[in-house]
């Protein structure tokens, strides 16, 4: 008998692998050891990693699609490099990063909820309840918003203990 997190794996499975036209996946969770931080609240964010590779975090919100940042523009905050298309972007990332910063720290939504961690495309996003959400691709990302309430609600119960 299957369990329902099997089946949403399967289900994951199945839409990235329709979405990638029958290439290899190539999706694994994320190294436990390397996400672990020493003290009792993980980082969220992997330490010197380019956040939302690259694009604006602030721009999904006041330009309602990813844009890339500068690499002159930058800032580090909660372990990661986040870069900005401009000062107003950068300046208010700042002043508010909690409000702009992606959920789950940066990681899929969809694997969050389903207890383990996988890379992001910034072009997969979602803005819920003024939250920004990214996912492995966009496939996933519909997959996701099938029943995203729910989803958004397991990845919550499961943030941050997927870290280890």
Not at 45 to 57: F, Q, R
């Amino acid at each position: 008998m299957l369990t329902s997190k099997a089946l949403s794996r399967r289900a994951f499975l199945a839409a990235s692998t329709v979405a990638l036209t029958g290439a290899a996946l190539g999706f694994a969770a994320q190294p436990q050891s390397s996400m672990a931080q020493a003290t009792s609240a993980p980082q969220r964010y992997l330490e010197g990693e380019l956040a939302l590779s690259g694009y604006d975090p602030v721009a999904y919100f006041t330009d309602g699609k990813p844009v890339e940042g500068s690499a002159n523009l930058e800032a580090v905050w909660d372990g990661a490099t986040w870069r900005f298309a401009n000062t107003d972007y950068k300046r208010a990332f700042l002043e508010n990063p909690e409000k702009y910063a992606p959920q789950y720290g940066g990681f899929c939504a969809y694997a969050v909820s389903q207890g383990y961690t996988a890379s992001a495309d910034p072009h997969a996003w979602s803005i819920v309840d003024d939250k920004l959400y990214v996912n492995y691709n966009k496939a996933v990302r519909g997959l996701w918003n099938l029943r995203r309430s729910h989803y958004i609600k397991q990845g919550d119960q499961n943030w941050p203990s997927v870290l280890g």
